[in-house]
């Protein structure tokens, strides 16, 4: 008999804790002790997670097992890879060696679209996009490092080469068409010392990379002033985007914008 009240009561404790983790102080507390924390105060969201560091595999199972809930133990694990992080590359140990110009790329509105096509015509429309964008990034000797759905991370040793090979990519769309959605390409270009790891590169310049790339409208680039002041190409018309805003990004980060069509 007691033996089958032990799963009945781990089953009670489970659920007060769930209820207890849930609760709206809880969680609005453990936000603001984490605001206090160094480091990258959006960590948990798709763009800090993504990777396959250690790091990202284990936020990525904490957003997994929390998304669809309020939780206070969501924030502090959250919390304790955020400081980690910072921790890190205060030591130097969240940068690479080499400097390198970083450009993530995605499709404006493909997911709206996707919703109402489905699969087979947007995998048709994605296999389109990339068929005519990845040769022009690689003819500027561009590296894919990893496709993100509708979504490139792309490293070129030279800003200027990562600007050309994008409006060259965004220019190799026309004339693509699927259900009716025409693709169109915004862009970020970061350059800093992203930390290699295996094929992959993680660390706080990819996570500045993809957040400006994230930021940027219909068929505009923006480059950090990282990025420009390295520009060899002074023919290319850019202007300061004075409301720039990023979640995740530094507060004093200044960012130009190129037309891409």
Same mark, same amino acid.
């Given at each position: 008999?007691?033996?089958?009240e032990?799963?009945?009561?781990?089953?009670?404790?489970?659920?007060?804790?769930?209820? $207890? /983790?849930?609760?709206?102080?809880?969680?609005?507390g453990?936000?603001?002790?984490r605001?206090?924390l160094?480091?990258?105060?959006?960590?948990?969201?798709?763009?800090?997670?993504?990777g396959? #560091?250690?790091?990202s595999?284990?936020?990525?199972?904490?957003?997994?097992?929390?998304?669809?809930?309020?939780?206070?133990?969501?924030?502090?694990?959250?919390? %304790?890879?955020?400081?980690? &992080?910072?921790?890190?590359e205060?030591?130097?140990?969240?940068? =690479?060696?080499?400097?390198? %110009?970083?450009?993530?790329?995605d499709?404006?509105? $493909?997911?709206?679209?996707?919703?109402? %096509?489905? /699969?087979?015509?947007?995998?048709?429309?994605?296999?389109?996009?990339?068929?005519?964008?990845?040769?022009?990034l690689e003819?500027?000797g561009?590296? !894919?490092? @990893?496709?993100?759905?509708?979504?490139?991370?792309?490293?070129?040793?030279?800003?200027?080469?990562?600007?050309?090979?994008?409006?060259?990519?965004? #220019?190799?769309?026309? =004339?693509?068409?699927?259900?009716?959605?025409?693709?169109?390409?915004?862009?970020?270009?970061?350059?800093? @010392?992203?930390?290699?790891?295996? =094929? /992959?590169?993680?660390?706080? /310049?990819?996570n !500045?990379?993809?957040?400006?790339?994230?930021?940027?409208?219909?068929?505009?680039?923006? !480059?950090? &002033?990282?990025?420009? #002041?390295?520009?060899?190409?002074?023919?290319?018309?850019?202007?300061?985007?004075?409301?720039? #805003?990023? @979640?995740?990004?530094?507060?004093?980060?200044?960012?130009?914008?190129? @037309?891409?069509?």
């Amino acid at each position: 008999m007691a033996e089958r009240e032990k799963p009945r009561r781990m089953r009670r404790l489970a659920a007060a804790l769930g209820r $207890f /983790d849930s609760r709206p102080g809880m969680v609005k507390g453990t936000r603001a002790l984490r605001a206090l924390l160094p480091g990258d105060k959006e960590y948990g969201d798709p763009l800090s997670v993504a990777g396959s #560091q250690p790091s990202s595999l284990i936020g990525q199972r904490i957003a997994s097992a929390t998304n669809e809930r309020p939780s206070a133990l969501r924030e502090v694990g959250f919390g %304790a890879l955020q400081m980690w &992080q910072a921790l890190s590359e205060a030591q130097g140990r969240g940068r =690479g060696d080499k400097d390198m %110009a970083i450009l993530f790329t995605d499709l404006v509105e $493909f997911s709206d679209w996707a919703l109402d %096509a489905g /699969d087979t015509k947007a995998v048709d429309l994605l296999r389109k996009v990339g068929t005519a964008m990845e040769p022009p990034l690689e003819a500027n000797g561009g590296r !894919i490092v @990893k496709r993100l759905g509708d979504g490139l991370m792309v490293v070129f040793e030279e800003p200027s080469a990562a600007l050309e090979a994008a409006c060259e990519a965004s #220019q190799a769309l026309d =004339g693509i068409e699927v259900a009716g959605y025409r693709p169109r390409l915004r862009a970020g270009i970061h350059e800093g @010392k992203p930390r290699p790891l295996g =094929g /992959d590169y993680f660390g706080v /310049d990819v996570n !500045i990379a993809a957040r400006v790339a994230a930021a940027a409208g219909p068929g505009e680039l923006l !480059i950090s &002033q990282t990025a420009r #002041q390295r520009l060899e190409d002074e023919s290319v018309q850019l202007r300061r985007k004075w409301r720039f #805003q990023a @979640k995740g990004a530094p507060e004093d980060l200044k960012v130009y914008a190129a @037309k891409l069509d």
